[in-house]
C-alpha cells in the first residue's frame, strides 16, 4: 500500500529537480560569454513506479538522472581540423605579408629602381665613355643596388630567425597545454569516480584541445564509458601519443645545424632523431617527402676558377730526341711512299731567338732528293738557285746524319745529329738548350725524349718592363668547358666508300695521298692532368705507330683500329695510375663489339666521376671520332712586337660573338702579376676546365716562352753511363695551387650529381652508367635533388639523411616551412639573379679596355667575381681597384679590323663605347634560367612568384578562416547559450515548480485534515 507520507516526498523531489533546474539555467546564462562553454541541461527522469496490487503501477513522480554538455562530437572533429589547416595557412599568410614589405616594389627606393638606374647610367657611359662623373655615378648605382639586395636578404635572414625562435616558443606553449591537458584529466577521473558533474572541466578541456589542434593536426579519443568505466583519454599527433591519462609526453625543440646557425625541429619526446647522422658530411634542410636517404660525398667544390700560369714554371725543354730504330739502318728506300717528308727543327740561335731548320725529301727516281731550308728560306747559292743533294738509292740513317750536319752548319743553326745504333739522336748545339722537333709524314716514327740531365731551366721569357717587346712570334690556342664524366665514339662500322673496314678508325695512306695528315694528336685532359696520345703514320713501314708524352708507344697495322687504339689508351692510364700520376688513376677505357666480335666503339670514363675534355691538339683524329670537345677554340697570334699586356689583352679581347664566344662560361680572362702571365677562367667550376694548344702544327714555343707550361717528371731518377741524374718528363699547363678548380661530387640514394657549389638544393645529375653508350654524360642541366631539400656539403664521407615529419599540419607546420623552403627559395632566386649579374657583367668587362691611363689596361673585373651562386645577393659588390679608379671601367672594346674583330690588344680609343653597349644589354638579354629570362626579367618574375603565391596564402588563409568561423557558428548553435531558449526554461521551471509547491501545500492540507481533523467523532 503507498505511504501516506508518499506524495510529500513526491514533491519534495520534484522541487528539488526543479531548482537545480532553475540553478543550472543560470548557470548557463552567466557563463553565456565564456569561452567554450557548453550550455548543460537537466536530464528530467520518472521515479520507479509503485506496484499495487489490484490496481497496477503507482508514479512515484521524477528525479534528475544527470546534467549533461550539450556538444557535437563531430562538429568538434571538423572543427579542430580545420583549425590545423587555418593555422598553417596563418603563418604561410604572415610571411608573404612580411616578404611583401620587405620588398616593397613598386618603390622608387627598390631594388627595381636601382637596377633601373644602374643600367640608365651604363647607357649614359656609352654615350659618354670619358666622362669621369658618369663613370662614378656607375660605379655608386652598383654599390647601391649591391646594398639594397644585401639589405633584402638581411631583413629575410631576420626574419628567419624570428621564425626560428617562434618555432621554439611554440614547443613551450604546445607543452604547456599538454600538461593542462593532463591536470584536468586527473580532475575528470576523480569528480566522475564519484558521479560528481565534471562538465566545466571538461569544457576547459576541450578549450585547451581547440588552441592545440591549431598549432599541430593533433588526434584525440576518450572511450565511451563501458560498465561503470570510463576509459583514458588520448591525444596524439600522427601516431605518437602526447597525452594518455595524465601522462604527458612532450614535444621537442630538437637543435639541429644549419649555415652555422642553430635552427629547431619539432619532434616528438622519445622519438628524437637527428636529420643528418654525420653533420661533419652534410647540413640538411628537408621539408619535402619522408623517407631515408643514403648520401656519399666523394668531394666538396673548392670555389676556384680554372687559372694557367702565374709562376715560374719550369718549362720542359727537350734536349734530344731519339728516331726510331730502322732495320739496317735504312730510312726510306725504293718501296717508300712516294710523298713528300719533311722535318722541322726548332733551336735557340746565340741571341736567346728562336730558329727553324726544315729538312725536305722528295722521291726522285730509284732516290732522294733532299733540300734546307732556315726559317723558311731556301738554301741557295750565290745565284739564287735552290741547292739540294741527291741520295741514289736508299736514304739511310748516315745520309741523313750527315745532311742535318752539313746544312746545319752552313746554314748557321745549332742542330746537331748523330747515330745511336740504327736510330738517330737529335740535339742542339749549344749546352742545355733545346730542340724541338717536327715530323710531319712520320718517317722517323715513334719519337722518344733520349736521356738528358735533370735540369729545371726556365724557357720563359723574362722581360725587364711587361709592356717591352718580347720578340717571340706564333701561335697558341686556347679551349674552355669539359664534355662529361664519359665520352663515346662514334660507331665505326665498314664504310667502303671511305675504305674502311669494320672497325677501323683510319685508313692506310697511300704514298700519292698528299690531303690527308700524317700525325694525330689529341688530349685527354681530366681535372689536373692530362695525357696526350698521338698518332703517325710511318711511311716506310705502311703501319700507324701509336705513342704518348708517357712515354709509351705501341706499332699499330696499316689501317688504325678501335682495339689497337683502347688496347693501347687502356696500357697508358695504366701506366699513369702509378704513384708518379694519381691524379689519372681513375680513367678507364670500356669498349663494344659488333654481332661479328668486332670493337666498333668505346668509351672514356673517370670512374672518380671528373669531368673530362678531349680536344685535337694536332690533327683531327677526335673529331673524326666523335668524340672533341665542341666548344670554341679560339687562336692567340703573337707578334715579335708584342708585350706581356698586348698578349694579355689579346686574350680578352676575344669575348666576341665572332668568335662564336656568347657566354661566360666558354672564355676566360688574363692578367700580368709580378711580370707573369696568368689566364683563368671566366666562371668557377670544374665545369669550366681550361686547355691550352700549341699552333695548329704542335709547336708549343709560344706557350714555353710565355711561362704558361711546365715539365713533369714521369719516370724516377736513374744514373746515365757519365754518372749523372737523367729522368724523363712530359709538358703540361702550369697550373698553380690555387687554380685547380674542382666540383663536388656526391650521390643520393645512388643518384650522382656535380656541383660547383656545396650549398644546394638542384645540381647536375650523371646518368647511371647503364642504358645507351652514346650517352653524353655531360651533367650540364640543374636537377632537383630531392623535392624539399637543401644541402650543405661540408667534407667527404657517407651519412644518412632523415625525413620524418613529427608534424605535418598547423601553425607549428607553416613555421618550419616557411624557414626551411619559402624563404631559401625566394634567397636562391635573388642570388640566382646576382650571380647572373655578375658572371656576364665582368666577361664583357675583362674584354673592355679602360681610358686615360688605363687605356692598356683590360682583365680588370667590375663587380667582385662569386664563386659560387648561393648567397650571391648578399655578396654583390664593386671591386675595390674599380672603386678607386673608376677609369678602369671597360667601356671601350679592342681596334677591330677589316672583318670587324678585335685582335690587335690595343683599344680601339677612349672614346669607344662598344663595350659599354654590349654591357647595357644585358638588362633585357635573355642570359638566365636557359637562356629564358633576362636579369631584370628575373626579378621581376620573382615578384609576380611573390604576389601570385601571396594572394594564393591570402586566398586560402581568408577560406579556411571562413570554413572554421561556420563550423564554429555550428558548434555555437548546438552547445552555445541561447538566451530565449534560457528564459523560456526559466519560466517552464518557475511555473512547475510553483504549481509543485501548491501540490505539496495540498498534500499537506490533507494530511492536515487526516491527522488532526479526523477522529473525532464520538468524542
Request: include cysteine.
Amino acid at each position: 500500500m503507498s505511504s501516506t507520507f508518499g506524495g510529500l516526498e513526491m514533491g519534495k523531489s520534484a522541487l528539488n529537480a526543479f531548482r537545480l533546474g532553475m540553478q543550472t539555467v543560470g548557470h548557463n546564462i552567466s557563463n553565456m560569454d565564456t569561452e567554450g562553454y557548453s550550455r548543460q541541461r537537466v536530464n528530467f527522469t520518472t521515479v520507479t513506479p509503485e506496484n499495487i496490487p489490484g490496481v497496477g503501477q503507482l508514479g512515484q513522480g521524477m528525479t534528475i538522472s544527470s546534467i549533461e554538455r550539450i556538444r557535437d562530437e563531430f562538429l568538434d572533429f571538423q572543427f579542430r581540423d580545420s583549425q590545423a589547416t587555418l593555422g598553417y595557412w596563418e603563418k604561410i599568410n604572415d610571411l608573404y605579408d612580411n616578404i611583401q614589405n620587405y620588398i616593397s616594389e613598386p618603390n622608387s627606393s627598390g631594388i627595381r629602381s636601382a637596377m633601373d638606374t644602374f643600367f640608365t647610367n651604363m647607357q649614359t657611359l656609352q654615350q659618354t665613355p670619358e666622362d669621369v662623373a658618369t663613370r662614378q655615378a656607375l660605379v655608386t648605382s652598383a654599390n647601391s643596388l649591391g646594398s639594397m639586395l644585401g639589405n633584402l636578404i638581411d631583413s629575410f635572414n631576420t626574419y628567419n630567425e624570428s621564425i626560428n625562435m617562434e618555432i621554439q616558443q611554440s614547443v613551450k606553449e604546445a607543452n604547456g597545454m599538454l600538461h593542462n591537458i593532463a591536470a584536468l584529466n586527473k580532475e575528470i577521473y576523480e569528480a566522475e569516480a564519484l558521479n560528481q558533474n565534471a562538465n566545466d572541466l571538461r569544457d576547459q578541456r576541450d578549450v585547451i584541445i581547440d588552441r592545440l589542434s591549431k598549432m599541430m593536426d593533433i588526434a584525440y579519443n576518450e572511450p565511451k564509458e563501458h560498465d561503470g568505466i570510463t576509459g583514458e583519454f588520448f591525444l596524439s599527433v600522427n601516431g605518437k601519443v602526447l597525452v594518455q591519462g595524465n601522462n604527458v609526453r612532450e614535444l621537442k625543440a630538437h637543435a639541429f645545424i644549419w649555415d652555422n646557425q642553430v635552427y629547431y625541429d619539432v619532434q616528438v619526446a622519445e622519438n628524437e632523431f637527428d636529420i643528418v647522422e654525420n653533420p661533419d658530411v652534410t647540413e640538411a634542410l628537408a621539408t619535402g617527402p619522408e623517407g631515408t636517404y643514403q648520401l656519399t660525398v666523394d668531394r666538396t667544390a673548392n670555389g676556384l676558377e680554372w687559372t694557367i700560369g702565374g709562376g715560374n714554371a719550369h718549362c720542359l725543354e727537350t734536349y734530344a730526341v731519339r728516331s726510331s730504330e730502322f732495320e739496317g739502318g735504312v730510312i726510306l728506300n725504293s718501296d717508300s711512299a712516294d710523298i713528300p717528308y719533311k722535318l722541322q727543327f726548332r733551336v735557340l740561335d746565340t741571341d736567346n731567338k728562336p730558329s727553324v731548320l726544315t729538312v725536305k725529301i722528295d722521291k726522285e727516281g730509284t732516290g732522294w732528293k733532299l733540300r734546307a731550308e732556315k726559317d723558311g728560306v731556301p738554301e741557295t747559292d750565290s745565284d739564287g738557285n735552290v741547292l739540294s743533294t741527291t741520295i741514289t738509292g736508299n736514304l739511310t740513317v748516315d745520309d741523313l746524319v750527315d745532311f742535318i750536319n752539313s746544312k746545319a752548319d752552313d746554314l748557321t743553326v745549332g742542330v746537331d745529329a748523330r747515330k745511336d745504333g740504327n736510330a738517330i739522336i737529335f740535339t742542339a748545339d749549344a749546352d742545355n738548350s733545346p730542340v724541338e722537333l717536327t715530323d710531319y709524314s712520320g718517317m722517323l716514327g715513334a719519337l722518344t725524349e733520349a736521356k738528358r740531365e735533370l735540369l729545371a731551366v726556365n724557357m720563359r721569357t723574362d722581360p725587364v718592363n711587361i709592356d717591352d717587346p718580347l720578340n717571340i712570334s706564333g701561335s697558341f690556342r686556347i679551349q674552355v668547358g669539359t664534355q662529361g664524366t664519359r665520352v663515346t665514339s662514334n660507331n665505326f662500322s665498314a664504310n667502303s666508300g671511305k675504305g674502311l673496314q669494320e672497325g677501323d678508325i683510319l685508313k692506310a695512306i697511300s704514298s700519292d695521298d698528299d690531303t690527308s695528315p700524317r700525325k694525330h694528336t689529341f688530349r685527354v685532359g681530366v681535372s689536373g692532368d692530362q695525357v696526350d696520345f698521338s698518332a703517325t703514320w710511318n711511311a716506310s713501314t705502311s703501319k700507324w705507330v701509336l705513342s704518348s708524352d708517357l712515354g709509351t708507344n705501341m706499332t699499330a697495322g696499316s689501317s688504325l683500329t678501335a682495339k689497337d687504339l683502347t688496347d693501347f689508351m687502356a696500357s697508358t692510364f695504366m701506366k699513369a695510375g702509378s704513384s708518379d700520376n694519381p691524379a689519372l688513376s681513375g680513367m678507364k677505357v670500356t669498349t663494344g663489339k659488333s654481332s661479328s666480335g668486332v670493337i666498333t666503339q668505346f668509351y672514356i670514363e673517370s670512374r672518380d666521376n671528373y669531368l673530362l675534355s678531349i680536344s685535337d691538339v694536332e690533327g683531327n683524329l677526335a673529331q673524326s671520332m666523335g668524340m672533341v670537345n665542341e666548344n670554341p677554340v679560339i687562336t692567340i697570334d703573337v707578334e715579335s712586337s708584342d708585350s706581356l699586356i698586348t698578349i694579355r689583352n689579346k686574350i680578352n679581347e676575344k669575348y666576341q660573338e665572332e668568335f662564336g664566344l656568347t657566354e661566360p662560361e666558354q672564355w676566360v680572362h688574363a692578367s700580368v702579376d709580378n711580370g707573369y702571365l696568368e689566364i683563368s677562367a671566366n666562371v668557377a667550376g670544374e665545369a669550366q676546365r681550361i686547355t691550352l694548344m700549341g699552333s695548329e702544327d704542335g709547336n708549343m714555343q709560344v706557350l714555353r716562352r710565355l711561362g704558361l707550361t711546365m715539365n713533369q717528371q714521369i719516370t724516377s731518377d736513374i744514373m746515365d753511363e757519365d754518372g749523372k741524374y737523367i729522368s724523363s718528363f712530359r709538358e703540361i699547363a702550369y697550373i698553380p695551387e690555387s687554380g685547380l678548380a674542382k666540383d663536388a661530387s656526391f650521390s643520393l640514394n645512388g643518384v650522382r650529381y656535380l656541383s660547383s657549389d656545396n650549398k644546394i638544393n638542384m645540381a647536375r645529375r650523371i646518368p647511371s652508367l647503364s642504358g645507351d653508350i652514346r650517352s653524353r654524360y655531360k651533367a650540364e642541366e640543374l636537377t632537383e635533388i630531392n623535392p624539399g631539400m637543401w644541402l650543405n656539403l661540408k667534407s667527404s664521407g657517407t651519412t644518412t639523411i632523415t625525413v620524418r615529419h613529427h608534424i605535418r599540419d598547423g601553425s607549428i607546420k607553416g613555421l618550419e616551412e616557411a624557414r626551411d623552403e619559402m624563404i631559401p627559395n625566394l634567397k636562391s632566386e635573388l642570388d640566382e639573379m646576382a650571380y647572373g649579374l655578375v658572371k656576364t657583367f665582368n666577361a664583357y668587362q675583362y674584354s673592355g679596355y679602360g681610358v686615360s691611363g688605363d687605356v692598356t689596361t683590360t682583365g680588370v673585373a667590375f663587380f667582385n667575381p662569386l664563386s659560387h651562386q648561393s648567397d650571391a645577393a648578399a655578396r654583390l659588390s664593386v671591386t675595390d681597384r674599380v672603386s678607386f679608379d673608376p677609369s678602369l671601367i671597360g667601356a671601350a672594346m679592342g681596334k677591330k679590323d677589316e672583318n670587324g674583330k678585335a685582335v690587335s690588344g690595343v683599344s680601339g680609343g677612349s672614346g669607344d663605347g662598344t663595350n659599354a653597349s654590349r654591357m647595357v644589354a644585358l638588362n633585357f638579354a635573355k642570359i638566365l634560367e636557359g637562356g629564358t629570362m633576362s636579369i631584370g626579367g628575373i626579378y621581376d618574375a620573382m615578384l609576380s612568384q611573390v604576389g601570385t603565391e601571396a594572394g594564393h596564402a591570402k586566398l586560402m588563409y581568408t577560406t579556411e578562416a571562413t570554413v572554421s568561423d561556420q563550423i564554429d557558428s555550428q558548434r555555437q548553435a548546438c552547445s552555445g547559450v541561447n538566451l530565449d531558449e534560457e528564459l523560456m526554461d526559466m519560466v517552464i521551471l518557475n511555473r512547475a515548480f510553483g504549481a509543485m509547491s501548491r501540490y505539496i501545500t495540498t498534500m499537506d492540507e490533507m494530511l492536515n485534515t487526516i491527522i488532526n481533523g479526523m477522529g473525532l467523532v464520538g468524542r
